[in-house]
């Protein structure tokens, strides 16, 4: 064994989880003795079932509710710069079997065996969000790291979001390593986007929404596009690099929009492409009232549901949101909607955008459920790493 803290779970809890693949143990069910509580957050330490066998290697956080996060099944494993590489190669071979261009998410989270770490790629450039203590710690070493495994020369660190709040941790984004100069190009289905890598919303583009962009995108040819929650050009760009007549593109922010322009110029599509800053129920409203109707409508709104207690304000959002939407479609259109919150489940989710469509007088079928791209894995024993859907519905 190494010479390091031991941790142990309380006698009723029960291990099997954690065996079979579950990562995270949450403060009751973990013995917080004095010495526990007085270890400092990202402490590596050893962690026991309550009859003492070593069960994995693992990190602490004891002002976090999810108080320790497992890294390695193997109790004696050194969490350094070699794991951390051959745990990087592995996921890093995946992206290059998947992508042709040095454009995804190169980490996932728990997911690719890095607790609370999300790691962006954007081509020479990576954007890293340390939301866990213990990859925090290790940021010297993890940065040197992605650098000799990529060859990146420029490394963000983005700071942003809740998850760092409750572990504790700062709220400063700064340049770890080389420069930028304004936004990068990003190719993605046949558009080019701009990501802002330090000003922007979470890493700077969402690459999540890949497949669903390609999706929406292949019914859209000839059609006039609505796109909600638009960001940096989201569906809209892509739609419009597929042929869409025309693309109206929402969002409340301006630099989000200004990026969005910026992009549709890129792609050669500006002349389809208008831009709306609103929020998004109000301009639902008013072009129901003024009778506008779209081809092709997608609403991709930010996670209305990002915990438990806010899950059945979430689900009543979700539902005006499709109540909104659905008069916009046309006779046989598309109308696309999107949830990336956690707490609200596929099924529960599926039923508050069905009982939106109902309340409009329209009937509906559903054409597919999209999922997160591939460079974004689901943890098969982790609900939450599967967390965003899309569903697109033709509507008579």
């Not at 803290?5 to 069910?29: H, S």
């Not at 998850?163 to 930028?180: I, N, T």
Request: glycine share 8%; proline share 7%.
């Amino acid at each position: 064994m190494t010479s390091r803290p031991v941790i142990r779970l309380r006698p009723k809890t029960d291990p099997r989880p954690l065996k079979r693949g579950f990562p995270w143990v949450y403060a009751n069910q973990l013995v917080t003795d004095r010495r526990t509580r007085s270890l400092p957050p990202g402490t590596i330490v050893t962690l026991e079932d309550a009859e003492r066998t070593p069960l994995a290697t693992a990190t602490i956080n004891p002002n976090s509710k999810i108080i320790a996060r497992l890294l390695d099944p193997d109790p004696n494993a050194e969490i350094g710069a070699d794991w951390l590489r051959n745990k990087l190669s592995y996921a890093l071979d995946l992206r290059n079997a998947l992508y042709d261009t040095p454009h995804y998410r190169l980490i996932h989270a728990e997911a690719d065996g890095f607790p609370g770490t999300v790691v962006d790629r954007f081509g020479d450039a990576l954007v890293i969000q340390p939301n866990a203590a213990w990859i925090d710690t290790l940021l010297p070493t993890f940065s040197e790291v992605l650098q000799t495994v990529t060859g990146a020369t420029t490394l963000v660190k983005n700071a942003q979001g809740r998850a760092r709040g409750l572990e504790g941790l700062d709220d400063a984004s700064l340049v770890l390593s080389g420069d930028l100069n304004g936004p990068v190009e990003v190719p993605m289905n046949g558009a080019t986007y701009m990501a802002d890598l330090t000003g922007g919303q979470k890493t700077g583009l969402f690459y999540d929404q890949r497949p669903n962009h390609a999706f929406v995108a292949s019914l859209s040819k000839g059609l006039d596009v609505l796109d909600i929650f638009t960001h940096v050009g989201g569906f809209a760009l892509a739609a419009l690099a597929q042929g869409a007549k025309s693309a109206l593109a929402v969002d409340g922010s301006e630099p989000a929009l200004s990026l969005a322009k910026d992009g549709a110029v890129a792609t050669g599509v500006s002349d389809r492409f208008t831009v709306q800053k609103s929020d998004a129920f109000d301009v639902l409203t008013k072009l129901g009232e003024e009778g506008h109707r779209f081809g092709s409508v997608i609403c991709d709104p930010p996670a209305f549901a990002p915990s438990k207690s806010a899950r059945d304000a979430g689900l009543r959002a979700y539902e005006r949101i499709a109540r909104l939407a659905t008069p916009l479609v046309s006779k046989g259109g598309y109308l696309t909607l999107c949830s990336c919150s956690q707490a609200a489940d596929l099924a529960a989710f599926q039923a508050a955008s069905i009982r939106g469509i109902g309340r409009s007088g329209r009937e509906a079928q559903l054409l597919r459920i999209g999922y997160a791209g591939p460079d974004h894995p689901r943890l098969p024993s982790l609900a939450e790493s599967g967390y965003l859907k899309a569903l697109t519905f033709r509507l008579s």
